[in-house]
């Protein structure tokens, strides 16, 4: 899968500019606050319909603009794909696959496969339960776009639930309806069940790439663990199995459930533990042992979508490669050789090994304008 154009309108802090992708690495340098994350973002957005950086459409609209947006060209083993999206600062956005409007969005994932890496994914390491979710949950939108539907469909069965223990708790009077949280509770466990039921066969393929590419940069000298949590216990038997656990689970949690106004089981309180040698990660590493284990991590996630959609996916390394040492840079390189198109933000080119230099097409970011 290849990037071959992109073209941005009134996006963040471009007012107008195209850009064509010449070769397989593209080093986009350039001063802070420049425009060189903002360019990677509008790439995110094509890829996955989200901005890891806001949720609102009018931060990404250019100042004082009403509407921005951003226009790509696509090469695929399929052939061409023209993806386009309209932002507007008050309003819904629009999107075009070949010039049709689409109006079911969810339906262009997948046009174009990502893979993007800064220095917020050591939070994988580091954060909370929120971030690992995020990630399984983002590395599943890309490999089956179904999933959209599905993790909508769940948030929307939690919004719903919440909203009526909330309403109990503000009413201590008003008696909860029996049975129209005993329908909540049988979606909940429906669709919380295949979301939980996706993570941990995501989890499964993940669990030996990662391990393998840890072990061949830490030089076999750790083994990683990555290991599903769910907040309702997992047995193998099959999705009717973890359907009765689930609804057994809540039936335990409902006075809990009750007194706190929320949902306190499924997959929205599941977590993932990553283990170094058996100890947890986030205790044990050091910051170059994470920053390896995220690597791992990353290049596990680009080798299974490129083995699930049969292409590799556009790698987007935002200000990271010049804080990995000069081992961990060279482990990157041979993973992607020239198989994968990679755009790379950095400040400064000094730290850069000079294999990446020389394959590289290197273009100055200035405010808002790429000089080429
Ligand atoms: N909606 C917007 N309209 C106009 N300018 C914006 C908008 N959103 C962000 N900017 C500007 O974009 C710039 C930030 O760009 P970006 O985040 O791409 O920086 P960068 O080049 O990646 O820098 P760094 O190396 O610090 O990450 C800031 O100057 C900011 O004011």
């Known amino acids: 899968m290849y990037l071959n154009r992109l073209a941005l309108v009134n996006f963040r802090n471009y ?3 195209t850009l064509g992708f010449s070769a397989p690495k593209t080093i986009l ?3 802070n606050a420049q425009g060189k994350s903002n360019l990677l973002e509008a790439i995110e957005l094509l890829s996955t319909l989200r901005s890891h950086r806001t949720s609102r459409d009018r931060d990404l ?3 004082n603009e009403t509407q921005g947006q951003i226009l790509a060209e696509i090469l695929r083993d399929s052939g061409q794909l023209d993806l386009s999206l309209t932002l507007r600062s008050r309003g819904r956005r629009t999107l075009t696959l070949n ?8 339906d262009v994932l997948g046009a174009l496969n990502t893979v993007e890496f800064s220095s917020l994914d050591l939070d994988l390491v ?9 990630w399984l949950d983002a590395v599943l939108l890309q490999l089956e776009p179904i999933y959209a539907y599905l993790s909508q469909q769940y948030h929307h069965i939690l919004k719903q639930r919440n909203a009526l223990l909330k309403q109990h708790r503000r009413e201590e009077n008003r008696p909860l309806d029996p049975q129209q949280l005993q329908l909540w509770n049988q979606q909940l466990a429906t669709i919380g069940a295949k979301v939980m039921q996706r993570r941990i066969r995501l989890m499964d393929r993940l669990q030996p790439l990662a391990q393998s590419w840890h072990s061949a940069i830490s030089g076999q000298i750790e083994q990683l663990h990555l290991n ?6 997992w047995e193998t038997e099959g999705p009717d199995q973890i359907y ?3 609804l057994d689970r809540l039936s335990q949690r409902a006075i809990a459930e009750q007194s706190q106004g929320m949902t306190l089981v499924g997959p929205h309180r599941d977590d993932v533990q990553l283990t170094i040698n058996e100890t947890p990660a986030r205790q044990y590493g050091s910051q170059g042992q994470q920053r390896t284990l995220v690597l791992a991590l990353k290049l596990a996630e680009l080798q299974l979508i490129e083995s699930v959609i049969g292409e590799p996916p556009v790698l987007l390394l935002d200000d990271v490669l010049a804080e990995l040492d000069l081992k961990r840079q060279n482990q990157l390189l041979e993973a992607i050789q020239d198989r994968f198109q990679t755009i790379i933000t950095t400040t400064h080119l000094g730290a850069f090994d000079a294999h990446w230099l020389e394959s590289a097409e290197i273009l100055t970011v200035s405010q808002g304008q790429i000089l080429t």
Do not use: C, D, K
């Open 15 to 17: 007012a107008q500019q």
């Open 29 to 31: 340098v350039g001063e």
């Open 61 to 63: 609209v250019r100042e």
């Open 99 to 106: 010039s049709e409007p689409q109006r079911r969005h969810l």
């Open 126 to 134: 580091r954060g909370g339960p929120t971030e690992r979710r995020n």
């Open 228 to 233: 599903y949590l769910p907040s309702v216990p």
């Open 244 to 246: 009765a656990t689930f």
